[in-house]
């Protein structure tokens, strides 16, 4: 996977669990194994070689794994070096070696996919604003699930491009809730506004700054009227 996620990771439609059904058991996935061991060069190109065929390795899996369940399945190698929630694969350049265990990475790295778009998943309909929900309600709603995600990308083990991983998963929450992928985008540019940085932890206070900014510049309303009618939730929120 490329440092900057593929054009198809705008589109939370394209990845929602609910809307991609997976089934999966023992014998399909011996069926996948046997797939992409096929794939898997005798020979490896190694260092000297540019390992390109590992490479190719890895496209051709790409390949053989989205024809068979589809698009959504395209982030199993969006490893946590570039800013993904992937550690079963990293490149090919690292991943590939026999065709067995080759083949068992793969798979780990899809599992690994398809478990966090359904943790994602949960976490957009347990934050998602009511839909009876005042503006001023629904600032607070949007405030709390904005450091909510922001940690999540912290905590996943991305490393550098952390900050990439948590300004899409903050497009597609607020894609989820019935925004318009463009003003989504729009609107978690303009809150971050280039505060986060690479390799950098951007502490408590610079996270809710950003929340608060978030919910503001979609309300219209500060987040904030009367911390005491909100303090369970609230805590309820930290907590997690």
């Known amino acids: 996977m490329p440092p900057a996620p593929p054009g198809g990771f705008r589109d939370w439609d394209g990845l929602d669990p609910a809307r991609h059904p997976f089934d999966w058991d023992a014998e399909e996935e011996a069926r996948l194994c046997a797939l992409l061991r096929e794939w898997v060069p005798p020979v490896l190109s190694g260092m000297a070689g540019w390992w390109q065929g590992e490479h190719w390795c890895e496209s051709q899996f790409d390949a053989i794994i989205r024809e068979r369940y589809g698009d959504w399945a395209q982030g199993w190698n969006w490893c946590y070096r570039h800013g993904g929630p992937?550690?079963?694969?990293?490149?090919g350049a690292s991943s590939v070696t026999t065709p067995d265990e080759t083949a068992a990475r793969a798979?780990?790295?899809?599992?690994?996919?398809?478990?966090?778009?359904?943790?994602?998943?949960?976490?957009?309909?347990?934050?998602?604003?009511?839909?009876?929900?005042?503006?001023?309600?629904?600032?607070?709603?949007?405030?709390?699930?904005?450091?909510?995600?922001?940690?999540?990308a912290l905590d996943s083990g991305a490393e550098g491009g952390w900050h990439g991983q948590a300004t899409r998963v903050l497009q597609w929450f607020l894609s989820s809730t019935g925004i318009g992928q463009a003003e989504a985008e729009q609107a978690v540019d303009e809150a971050i506004g280039g505060r986060f940085q690479s390799w950098v932890d951007p502490g408590r206070a610079l996270v809710e700054s950003v929340g608060e900014d978030l919910a503001v510049g979609l309300t219209g309303h500060a987040p904030y009227q009367d911390h005491r009618e909100r303090a369970a939730l609230?805590?309820?929120?930290d907590r997690s």
């Not at 992937?86 to 490149?91: E, H, K, L, Q, R």
């Not at 998943?121 to 699930?145: G, M, N």
């Not at 609230?234 to 929120?237: F, I, K, Y």
């Open 107 to 152: 798979v780990a790295a899809l599992l690994e996919w398809r478990e966090w778009l359904e943790r994602v998943a949960r976490l957009f309909a347990e934050l998602a604003p009511p839909p009876e929900a005042t503006p001023e309600d629904r600032s607070w709603h949007l405030e709390r699930a904005s450091v909510r995600l922001v940690t999540l």
């Open 234 to 237: 609230e805590e309820l929120h």
């Open 86 to 91: 992937i550690g079963a694969w990293v490149t």
